[in-house]
């Protein structure tokens, strides 16, 4: 079933209020995905460098980086946030790869990722959502049908430096579409058909798309029963199959514009009352950018 969350703020006042807000709504969608959660949230850069959020074995005793590679370190019970200058991040990126104790979750310059099995209030707790500030956010509550109830099969996948979708329903070719792009040289760390979702956007945004142009593109290449909330960098994309046979509502405001599953996931949000309440069309990409 699950549940999907989404909030983009267009009013900058709000964004210290981020990770509350996401708090809340991920909360409220509980019933739809009780066995893990995740979320993205995409804060404040820092000139100059790159950030990796990684997830860390149980044990893990800190991180001895190579001579010369200067990183800065926070954890997030078992996620770090490894941040490091840009022009080392292709070492880094190398480094971490090949380290044992540590799995890639994310990739960006503002994006941070983090997900794991648990009710979605456990998992916002474990990683201090409600304190966390930002311009926009998704957010995933799993109730896992075709697959392990896994921190690698939570949502949100990230394929792509600061981009990560979510998704609700299920995709038929998911397996012809993955076959495509590994030959294409895209790389899957799970068998989950969201995270062929994720690549196949990350794939066309590489080509030079803009999200919504890739989300066009998205429409004639995948098939089957979705709901996709996509983040990038700058961007806030929606997308619903042509059927629409998943449940969906959106709000927008002069501050906000927000998705979720369900009505009652919205209704914590500021000026909720006078918002514009709508269920976003079937087979129309919705797509929301700040401004560089």
Not at 194 to 206: F, H, I, M, P, Q
Not at 254 to 269: I, Q
């Amino acid at each position: 079933m699950c549940g999907i969350a989404g909030l983009f703020l267009k009013n900058p006042v709000l964004e210290p209020q981020l990770g509350a807000l996401m708090t809340n709504m991920l909360n409220v969608l509980t019933e739809r995905g009780p066995d893990s959660a995740g979320f993205a949230i995409y804060g404040a850069p820092t000139p100059g460098r790159v950030k990796f959020t990684v997830r860390v074995k149980p044990g893990f005793k800190g991180l001895s980086l190579p001579a010369g590679l200067e990183a800065v370190v926070a954890m997030h019970d078992d996620h770090a946030v490894i941040s490091v200058p840009a022009e080392l991040a292709a070492q880094a990126q190398a480094f971490l790869e090949t380290h044992a104790e540590l799995t890639i979750a994310s990739v960006g310059s503002r994006m941070e990722l983090f997900k794991g099995v648990g009710l979605p209030q456990d998992v916002s707790a474990r990683f201090g959502l409600s304190g966390m500030s930002g311009t926009h956010a998704i957010g995933h509550t799993r109730m896992a049908t075709e697959s392990a109830v896994t921190t690698e099969g939570a949502h949100p996948f990230s394929t792509g430096a600061d981009q990560c979708l979510v998704h609700n329903g299920s995709l038929s070719n998911h397996n012809d579409v993955r076959r495509t792009l590994i030959r294409k040289g895209v790389k899957f760390a799970t068998q989950n058909d969201t995270e062929v979702a994720a690549g196949y956007l990350s794939d066309k945004l590489r080509e030079g798309a803009k999200l919504d142009e890739a989300l066009t593109l998205a429409l004639n290449d995948l098939d089957g029963f979705y709901n996709f909330v996509v983040g990038t960098e700058s961007g806030f994309g929606v997308l619903r199959d042509p059927v629409s046979c998943k449940p969906a509502v959106m709000a927008e405001t002069e501050d906000y514009v927000a998705f979720a599953s369900e009505y009652r996931a919205l209704v914590g949000l500021p000026g909720i009352e006078t918002a514009r309440l709508f269920e976003p069309e079937p087979a129309k990409v919705y797509f929301w950018e700040r401004a560089a």
